[in-house]
């Protein structure tokens, strides 16, 4: 039962995860484009933190061997999105480009990837 409800609660992060990615295409490019990005790149903090750690928990809760690689993985993302951020307060340039990068590299390699190799962790047999 418990393993059901964490499987539930991965699966509701990545599809919010393609939600983000949606809303973020949906952003047009040009200059006028600045608040948005900006309520955008909050929203992707507070779901790359809190999905993370949760994740991290359940992993850890059932002694994932690869427990450490993985956590490693979701700071290198937070570390990669801190940056973008950064250079988006900085300056105005168009980090948008990058973004999307960042996002389509984290679905196919992460989540379709590692997330997925290990969700036998916590998924009902
Ligand atoms: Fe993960």
Redesign the pocket.
């Known amino acids: 039962m418990e393993k059901e409800a964490e499987a539930n609660r991965i699966d509701k992060h990545h599809r919010r995860f393609i939600y983000l990615i949606e809303q973020l295409k949906m952003i047009p490019i040009n200059s006028g484009n600045k608040q948005e990005l900006m309520s955008f790149l909050y929203k992707l903090s507070y779901y790359a933190e809190n999905s ?1 750690q949760d ?1 991290e928990i359940i992993l850890n809760r059932h002694k994932c061997p690869n427990y450490a690689n ?1 956590r490693a ?2 700071k290198k993302f937070i570390q990669n999105m801190n940056q973008i951020q950064q250079l988006f307060i900085e300056n105005s340039e168009s980090i948008l480009p990058d973004l999307l990068l960042l996002l389509d590299d984290w679905y196919e390699n ?2 379709l990837r ?2 997925n190799q290990e969700k036998h962790f916590y998924e009902t047999a």
């Open positions: 993370f994740e993985h993985e979701h992460h989540i590692l997330d």
